[in-house]
């Protein structure tokens, strides 16, 4: 059964950084797609990025360039490091995985994990 982590969130001003962390447990981690989800009030959840076995990584047009995803798959973790804050980045971030090429914002999964909230605000 799929365990997820994640930690790392907290309140930030504008501007400023976090390094979110999900450690994984229960799948093969190295052969997993993995990614980083966020879901803010009344909205939508929606994939952030995604990182696959390969390390190749795709981003969300509204975070491109100021954040990135990682894995260190001896730790079974992926990570999101989140620089130059807004205010509309605030929502409970996840992470997630599949065995598949690519994520997507509508992909169903048996399981979350309990998020991490991500507040940006002065």
């Known amino acids: 059964q799929v365990q997820l982590v994640e930690s790392g969130g907290g309140l930030v001003q504008p501007g400023g950084s976090l390094r979110l962390s999900c450690a994984a447990s229960?799948?093969?981690?190295?052969?997993?797609?993995m990614g980083w989800y966020r879901q803010a009030p009344g909205k939508q959840r929606e994939l952030v990025a995604d990182i696959t076995s390969g390390r190749t990584t795709n981003y969300a047009e509204s975070v491109k360039g100021r954040f990135t995803i990682s894995r260190d798959n001896a730790k079974n973790t992926v990570y999101l490091q989140m620089n130059s804050l807004k205010p509309e980045d605030t929502a409970v971030y996840y992470c997630n995985g599949k065995p598949a090429l690519r994520l997507t914002s509508t992909m169903t999964f048996n399981s979350w994990g309990q998020g991490t909230q991500v507040t940006v605000s002065s």
């Open positions: 229960g799948i093969i981690f190295s052969i997993y797609t």
